[in-house]
């Protein structure tokens, strides 16, 4: 098992084929997919031959970039996932950031101090320019974490869907941080902002 980063609750590591059965239960909870696929589980065969099978292709293909099984430092229990994933699968500067928490975290502050950790990470390590991240326009939640964790408003847009989710008529909203804005609010030790 390698270790992503840390943080002070949260170990982020990479994903193991153990890990089956931690996504399956995280993808089972009506109330955590409620804004993706309408509260609809996703299949453990799903899981086992397209979801896990592709985080892991991810490490090799894309340093730095993936999906991090989040785990209590304290306790050792999986809490969900974090993702830095590369825009469009390039390797632009620019990476997409994302989230997915089992129910039992939610409101401890996880998904910002997640979000944190890896935003400064891609820009102290990864060479990243540009942090986005999107979600539903209706999921305050989501936009909440995005904000504590630095990124602003950036666009509202719309997809079409075949079955669309209820709240999708509102769109999709996209938030971004820009390395140079980051810097600007955490200086390095010895440098003056």
Not at 124 to 153: C, D, F, I, P
Request: charged share 25%; proline share 4%; glycine share 10%.
């Amino acid at each position: 098992m390698r270790v992503f980063l840390q943080t002070s609750r949260l170990l982020l590591r990479e994903f193991t084929l153990a890990d089956v059965g931690n996504l399956t239960e995280l993808d089972s909870d009506p109330e955590v997919m409620r804004l993706l696929t309408k509260g609809r589980p996703t299949a453990r065969r799903v899981i086992e031959n397209e979801t896990l099978p592709g985080i892991l292709r991810c490490y090799q293909d894309f340093a730095g970039r993936g999906w991090w099984a989040a785990v209590e430092r304290l306790t050792g229990e999986f809490v969900g996932w974090f993702g830095l994933m590369p825009l469009d699968g390039g390797d632009s500067g620019d990476a997409v950031l994302g989230y997915r928490l089992r129910r039992t975290a939610w409101g401890k502050g996880y998904a910002t101090e997640g979000s944190r950790a890896l935003i400064r990470k891609a820009f102290t390590e990864l060479g990243v320019r540009r942090v986005s991240a999107q979600t539903m326009a209706v999921n305050l939640a989501s936009r909440r974490v995005m904000e504590k964790a630095g990124l602003t408003y950036a666009r509202t847009f719309h997809l079409s869907w075949d079955d669309p989710i209820d709240g999708t008529e509102f769109g999709e909203v996209e938030y971004e941080l820009l390395k140079a804005d980051w810097e600007s609010w955490n200086p390095r030790p010895g440098h003056s902002s």
